[in-house]
Each structure stands twice: as C-alpha cells, then as structure tokens.
C-alpha cells in the first residue's frame, strides 16, 4: 500500500484519495511548505501531490530540493498553475516525470501516477540537458526517452448517467457499439441498474447467460445475480465471467437484475467491487449502464469507481433544471470528482434550449456531444464523443495484409537462407 501526502491547498484531491483502499492517505491536505517538510521528518511517504503554488518561504525548486533532500526515494507529482519550457527542463532535471496543468489533470491521471511502479523517465543529469536560446526546442532529442512506436491501450471505465428518461441505456448501448467498431479493444457493458435493469433488449440478446447451471429461480436469472452467487459462495473469480457474460458480435454484457428481493437483500458494494475487480482483469473499456435513482446504492458506487461520467440530459428546460439538482447532488454532497464529469445532450431538439445556452447553464462541465432527436442511430453524433476517449484504433485491412506478407517474407527468406546454405554444403568442391 502506498503512503500519500497530498499538498494542494486544497482538500478535493486528499479527499478522493481516501476513497481508494490501496492508498494510505497520510492526514488531510496540506496547505503550506513548512507543513509538508515538517510531516516527511516524522513519516515515511512514498508520493507527495505537490501544487506548484502551495504557500511558503521557498520558491519551487528550492522547496523539491529540500523535499528530495530527505527522501531520494519519494515520488513527486507536480500540479502547474503555468508550465514554460525553463520551469519544465528544471523540473526533468530533478528527476519530476509527473507534472500536469491545473486545467487539464483529472484524477484518473494522478491516480495513475500514484499506481505506476518505475518512473516514465530516468532522473536526468544536468550536464546532459541542452539548453538552446531562442528556441521553443529546449531538450536534446539524445537524453529523451524515444516514443514507443505501439500505442498502448488505456483502461477506462465510464459511466453513464443522467436524468430519468433521458436516455442513458441508448447512449450506453450506442457507444459501446460503435467504440467496437473503431477499436479491437476488449469491452464490457455492465447493466447496473440494480432494480430494472433492461439493456439486453437494445442488444437483443437473452438475459440469461448460456450453460449456466447455477439454482437461481427464473425470475432472477441474469448475469449480475448469478455473479453475486458465486461471491457469496466464495466461488467466484475471473474466469467465470465468460460463463456468466452473454456475448454480442462485438461486445460483452453483464445483464441486470429486475428482482426487488436481490436489489434490498442481496446486491450491495461489496459485490460490485469484486465483480469490477475481475472484469479490470479482462476487459480495456467497461461500460456501466446505471439507474437515475440516488437511493440505489449502485448508483453512487458505480460514480465514485468511474474514471468518466458521461451526464446525458435533454435540452427541455425541466429537464435541465432536474439536471441541475442531481450534479450538485453527486458532486456537493457524495464528492464526485466533478473533472471526470462531462454533458452529453441527448434528443436535441431545435425548439428548445440551444447547446450554447446549455454550456452557459453547466460552465464548470463540458459539452462533449450532441444527439438530435430524429429516431435514427447519428455515427457521427457518437464518434464525436468517443473523441473524448483514448482507444486504439482498430488497423485497416492493408496494414494487417502488410503486416502478414512482412511476417510470412521473413519466414519465408529464412528458409531460402537455411535451404541455399544445405545445398552448399552438399555440393562437392568442383576443385
């Protein structure tokens, strides 16, 4: 378990922190220098999540020296009002690989930070480092690390949330399908709406999972119940999810429960998580489908353990208006990060509220994607919001028919090789 010190002059991040059972958040946030050097005398840390404006009597540099100074050994991460190239070289200097703009850093991309074992890059050593004058260039390219020519998939899990009756199992469902069309990445769609839970339906498949031999009566027969079962049997781990996923052309589903028995007297966080933690295992994108309902206990479950949330609300002015409340809901009251929150508009009609309107309404979120209301499926309404995901594309089919010839020429000039040089062998010495 890593030891944190968070110094931010602001309690959000601190308090996000200790949501996480694999972090040892040590105290609450700090908002002065003197305070982070007079903890790190009396406890041994392993990360410091510093903002680069916190008060005190040392300029930044000098503070990190004094920090690096007692541990060697601590990782910093370092949050930026403003970054120039002469802060950023002196910061690689002393071996800082995390640094992000205050604007930018979500808290999916600290906690990555916090989880990552080695360092990105090497402490560098000053005497490598090229300074040019003049020049936004102010690295020599030979002391950089190069960038790997694979691009490396990054797990998200997004929920997808929003006022009742704006369409949140569609915009699962949508997405979900057409991110399978973009990306060979492996997706999971979990129906959480613990109480009516109906996803299968857009993908028309059976709520009950095949070769399922567990004793569950018929009425509570999905995937979300028969994993719940195996828990309380202590039977459950990841390689049952293929037993108690139904599979699509394109994408996995954890079918929901409709059971008013199992969602008071069976379904609670500690199944949730053990059913997130297997999936993790397996799957690059999980997809939870989820209940307007704030008083399922999933509904907040799934908020907090999301690295997205994707709001989906309609333009009406009602609608905007029970938009409204339930954000500061979530984000006031239950501490949900409100960085991972962003606004999809859903059945956009051109007689309401216009999405500059909307934006205007909801600054502090933005405005990632609108979906018109007209009954047919809009790809590009869709990709537009994917934009806002990392994925790895899938290959077009020339470059997988490259990549076979390059893998067959090789084999097949290795064995040209081995056969001329058998040959030669038993060729005798015309002398």
């Known amino acids: 378990m890593k030891s944190i010190i968070t110094a931010m002059g602001?309690?959000?991040?601190?308090?996000e922190l200790k949501?996480?059972?694999?972090?040892?958040?040590?105290?609450d946030d700090l908002f002065y220098q003197e305070a982070v050097i007079d903890l790190l005398q009396s406890t041994q840390v392993d990360v410091v999540t510093l903002s680069s404006i916190l008060q005190g009597q040392w300029e930044l540099f000098e503070f990190i020296d004094r920090i690096q100074k007692m541990n060697a050994m601590v990782r910093l991460i370092i949050i930026m009002d403003e970054l120039d190239s002469d802060v950023k070289c002196g910061l690689l200097e002393r071996g800082i690989q995390d640094i992000f703009l205050d604007d930018k850093v979500e808290i999916k991309d600290i906690i990555e930070a916090i989880e990552r074992e080695e360092p990105l890059m090497r402490r560098l050593d000053k005497s490598k480092i090229t300074v040019r004058e003049n020049s936004e260039d102010v690295y020599d390219a030979q002391v950089l690390p190069q960038t790997p020519s694979k691009m490396v998939q990054k797990q998200e899990i997004i929920a997808i949330f929003g006022t009742n009756g704006s369409?949140?199992?569609?915009?699962?469902y949508q997405l979900s399908k057409t991110l399978a069309s973009k990306t060979d990445s492996k997706i999971?769609?979990?129906?959480?709406?613990?109480?009516?839970?109906?996803?299968?339906?857009?993908?028309?498949v059976s709520k009950v999972p095949e070769n399922i031999e567990l004793q569950i009566d018929l009425d509570k027969r999905c995937g979300i119940n028969y994993a719940a079962d195996l828990i309380r049997k202590n039977r459950f781990d990841t390689n049952v999810f293929d037993e108690i996923v139904v599979h699509t052309d394109s994408v996995d589903l954890l079918t929901g429960n409709t059971s008013l028995y199992f969602c008071q007297e069976v379904l609670n966080e500690t199944i949730y998580e053990q059913i997130l933690t297997s999936a993790k295992e397996k799957y690059d994108f999980i997809f939870f489908d989820m209940s307007s309902n704030i008083f399922l206990d999933s509904t907040k479950w799934c908020l907090e353990k999301a690295t997205k949330v994707f709001f989906v609300l309609e333009n009406d002015y009602l609608n905007v208006q029970k938009a409204n409340h339930l954000l500061d809901v979530i984000v006031?009251?239950?501490g949900v990060w409100k960085e991972k929150?962003?606004?999809?508009?859903?059945?956009e009609r051109s007689d309401l509220l216009d999405s500059d309107v909307i934006q205007k309404i909801f600054e502090e979120y933005p405005l990632i994607g609108k979906v018109k209301q007209n009954g047919e499926r809009d790809e590009t309404a869709y990709e537009k919001i994917l934009e806002t995901i990392h994925f790895v594309p899938k290959k077009k089919w020339t470059e997988k028919i490259h990549a076979i010839k390059a893998s067959f020429g090789l084999v097949f000039d290795s064995?040209?090789?081995?056969?001329?040089?058998s040959k030669k062998e038993l060729t005798p010495n015309a002398n």
């Open 10 to 15: 602001n309690p959000t991040l601190n308090q």
């Open 188 to 204: 999971l769609v979990i129906d959480f709406d613990t109480l009516q839970g109906n996803l299968e339906e857009l993908f028309g």
């Open 415 to 421: 064995k040209i090789n081995q056969t001329i040089s």
């Open 167 to 172: 369409g949140k199992t569609t915009m699962t």
């Open 19 to 27: 949501r996480y059972a694999e972090f040892d958040v040590v105290g």
């Open 332 to 334: 006031k009251l239950w």
């Open 341 to 347: 929150i962003s606004l999809v508009m859903n059945q």
